[in-house]
């Protein structure tokens, strides 16, 4: 059966005004699942300092502290790791990692260059954890916009 008028997912209805609206028909809808959102923020008080970090998945924040000592670098490649062994242990296939420091989100993505050995060692560990069920995607969010993010400074009391 070939789409209506208006692309796959929209019909015509005329309303009985004679005016021609597009609605979308629920019928013709994805019975995909939407694909989990799981964020993460790391963070060290002072800079170095002690680390925490929160995760966030399915509305419920997880928070891990005391988790040694290290810079925000350090802090927020512990808190992308927790977020994907997170991920890995709520048995979905399709997840997607989100967090606000771009520069540790382009090194585990890969598509820039660690330029420390620290850097080097966290990505090594990443990757290592992700080979048998990596994220779908792990991509960057504006600070605001980071569930875990705002979580964390809520604990924090700011």
Known sequence: MPFPPGGPGLRRDDGGGGATALMKDSRLRSSRKPRLKIFFDGGCRPNPGSIEVAVVARGVSYYFEDLGYGTSSDAEWLAVRLALRLGQSL????????????????????????????????????????????????????????????ALARRRGR
Not at 112 to 121: F, H, L, W
Not at 129 to 141: G, T, V
Request: glycine share 4%.
């Open 91 to 150: 048995a979905e296939r399709d997840f997607d990692l989100i967090g606000d420091c771009a520069n540790v989100i382009a090194q585990a993505n890969g598509s820039s260059r660690c330029r420390t050995p620290a850097a080097v060692e966290h990505r090594a560990r990443f990757q290592e954890s992700a080979s048998s069920s990596p994220p779908k995607r792990l991509r960057w969010i504006s600070r605001t916009q980071n569930l875990a993010g705002i």
